[in-house]
C-alpha cells in the first residue's frame, strides 16, 4: 500500500494534536510534520515534501490562502486540502485559486477528512458536500468546483472569449477571431467577470488556469 504522507497546519495544538491521532488510525496515511501558522506550514511543506498538506485558512500572520499559494510555488507537487469553520465562498474561492484541490469543514465527519485525503492525493478536486451542495459526494471536476461555488457558469460564447483573453489576445483581436465588434467582446468580457465574481483581466487568467485551460509552457 502506497503511503500518503501528510502535513498539518493549524494554529490550535489541541486540533492538530486530535487530527495527528485521527489520521495514526487509518493504514496508509503518515502524518509527516506540523506547523502552527502560515509560514511554517510553507517551510515544513518545502523542508518534507509530503503529498497532502491539511491547511487551517484562519492562521496569524500568513494566512491559508497565502500560504497556500507560497507552497505551491514552491512545491507544485503538493496538494492542499483547506480545512476551515468558514461557509464563505468567496474566501473559498480564493483557496481554489491559489492552488488548494479543495477543502473540507471542521464540522465534518472524521471519515469524510480521511476521504478527502485520498482524494486530493490521487489528483482530485474534493468539495464538503455542505457547500457543494449538488455534487454528489464531494468529488467534482476543475469546472465542477467552481461552478458549485459560484453558482454560475459561463455561456459557450463567454467561455471562448475568457479563454482568448487568458490566451493573451487583445479584445480587438479577439472580435477578428469571432466575427464579433470590439464593444460585443467587452461585453461578454464583463459578464462573465460578473458572474464569476472576478475583477480584471489577471483573474480571468488565474480562472483559466484553474480550469486547465492554458497549455503549460
Known sequence: MTV?????????????????????AHPGIEVVGEAADGA???????????????????????????????????CPAVKVLALTAH????????LLEAGASGYVLKRAAAGELVQ??????????????ALAG????????????????TGTELSDREEEVVRLIAEGYSN??????????????????????????????????RYARLQGWLTPT
Do not use: C
Not at 510553507?42 to 487551517?56: F, I, K, N, R
Not at 461557509?87 to 480564493?94: C, K, P
Not at 483581436?173 to 489577471?202: C, F, H, M, N, P
Open 87 to 94: 461557509e464563505d465562498r468567496t474566501y473559498l474561492r480564493q
Open 172 to 205: 480587438k483581436q479577439i472580435a477578428a477571431r469571432l466575427s464579433l465588434s470590439v464593444k460585443t467582446v467587452e461585453t461578454y468580457k464583463a459578464r462573465s467577470l460578473e458572474k464569476l465574481g472576478l475583477r480584471d483581466r489577471i483573474d480571468l487568467v
Open 4 to 24: 500518503i504522507r501528510v502535513f498539518l497546519a493549524d494554529d490550535h495544538g489541541v486540533l492538530r494534536e486530535g487530527l495527528r491521532a485521527l489520521l495514526a
Open 134 to 149: 449538488h455534487v454528489a459526494g464531494g468529488f467534482v471536476s476543475v469546472a465542477e468546483a467552481r461552478k458549485a461555488l
Open 40 to 74: 511554517g506550514a510553507v517551510d515544513g511543506t518545502v523542508a518534507l515534501e509530503p503529498d497532502v498538506v491539511v491547511m487551517d485558512v484562519a492562521m496569524p500572520g500568513l494566512n491559508g490562502a497565502k500560504a497556500t499559494e507560497r507552497l505551491k510555488r514552491a
Open 116 to 129: 478527502a485525503i485520498r482524494a486530493v492525493a490521487g489528483g482530485g478536486i474534493y468539495l464538503d458536500p
